[in-house]
């Protein structure tokens, strides 16, 4: 699906048409304790720059949105998990990024690809199958007789595990062999090295890790997809979670100058250093009039 881009001119009329904040505006910010960090600083900063201020309270989703039910608090920034309470009729809400899964392996091993069942087989303790050799993936050449080691991060470093657990395998009860690192950067050092591995992580590596990023897929049959905000935005890349902004319906125009900020092009770094994969540009450029005429 295609997104129409807001051209200059028709950006200028909607900003002409928010309201401009003044010192004494406050907007208090309420939300998942996963973006606390760099998206806030960013919007803080940027609060400052427009005379409008921010308090904000990052104790996590289901705390976040009581204080929006209460009124104690006027714009939630929220990950939903599958159980979690979603907002009612009272707010509106609207994706600004995905959290992710990603599954990495060293450059030189010859796959491209994985889907559900193979991961299954390789991380999951009470599995229909269990995969202990590269050959069983499909490699070939030097990494087919090799044992697969799995790895992912601790609970600590954000919603990767958990999200692959609860996605991907039947039971969330991960095989005593799966190793748990403490950053990325250890997993990175540790599949580089003579035994290699399969690692659930966050996002992809850098540049010059010489590691890569296997497409994914449901199940066998299925086409698989890299993690491209496009792929994750539209849902063919099946592993991810959404970050909402929520807020009382009715107070888009209230809140038009965070929520384009949030949308906006300065604020995907901030976001990207947390893990979070902004939208697609149009996708971007779509929201902000959606949200601008509600």
């Known amino acids: 699906m295609r997104f129409p881009v807001l051209s200059v001119a028709f950006a200028l009329v909607l900003g002409l048409a928010c309201p401009v904040s003044s010192s004494a505006?406050?907007?208090?910010?309420?939300?998942?304790?996963?973006?606390?960090?760099?998206?806030?600083?960013e919007l803080a900063t940027y609060a400052k720059s427009i005379d409008l201020r921010l308090s904000f309270?990052?104790?996590?989703?289901?705390l976040g949105m009581e204080a929006l039910e209460s009124g104690a608090a006027d714009?939630?920034?929220?990950v939903f998990g599958v159980h979690?309470?979603?907002p009612g009729p009272a707010f509106s809400s609207a994706i600004i990024?995905?959290?992710?899964?990603?599954?990495?392996?060293?450059?030189?091993?010859s796959l491209t690809q994985i889907n559900y069942t193979q991961l299954a087989g390789v991380f999951g303790a009470r599995e229909?199958?269990?995969?202990?050799?590269w050959s069983e993936l499909g490699a070939l050449g030097d990494w087919a007789p090799r044992a697969i080691s799995g790895m992912a991060l601790r609970r600590g470093n954000g919603v990767s595990l958990d999200l692959f657990r609860y996605t991907v395998l039947q039971s969330p009860e991960l095989k005593p062999t799966v190793t748990l690192m403490d950053s990325a950067a250890e997993a990175y050092e540790r599949l580089r090295g003579e035994e290699g591995g399969i690692a659930i992580l966050p996002s992809a590596p850098p540049p010059g890790t010489r590691l890569k990023v296997l497409l994914l897929a449901k199940g066998a049959s299925d086409v698989a997809y890299p993690p491209t905000p496009e792929n994750l935005h539209t849902g063919d890349y099946p592993l991810r979670l959404p970050v909402h902004v929520v807020f009382r319906r009715g107070e888009a125009g209230r809140h038009s100058l965070l929520l384009r900020r949030l949308l906006a092009d300065e604020t995907a770094p901030a976001l990207q250093a947390m893990g979070v994969v902004p939208?697609?540009?149009?996708?971007r450029n779509q929201l902000v009039f959606d949200l601008e005429t509600k």
């Open 75 to 78: 714009l939630g920034l929220m």
């Open 97 to 109: 990024g995905y959290l992710t899964s990603v599954v990495v392996v060293p450059a030189d091993v």
């Open 84 to 86: 979690d309470p979603k």
């Open 57 to 62: 309270d990052l104790r996590g989703s289901r």
């Open 25 to 41: 505006a406050e907007v208090r910010i309420t939300g998942s304790d996963l973006l606390d960090g760099p998206l806030k600083e």
């Open 128 to 133: 229909l199958n269990s995969y202990r050799r």
């Open 279 to 283: 939208l697609p540009v149009q996708a």
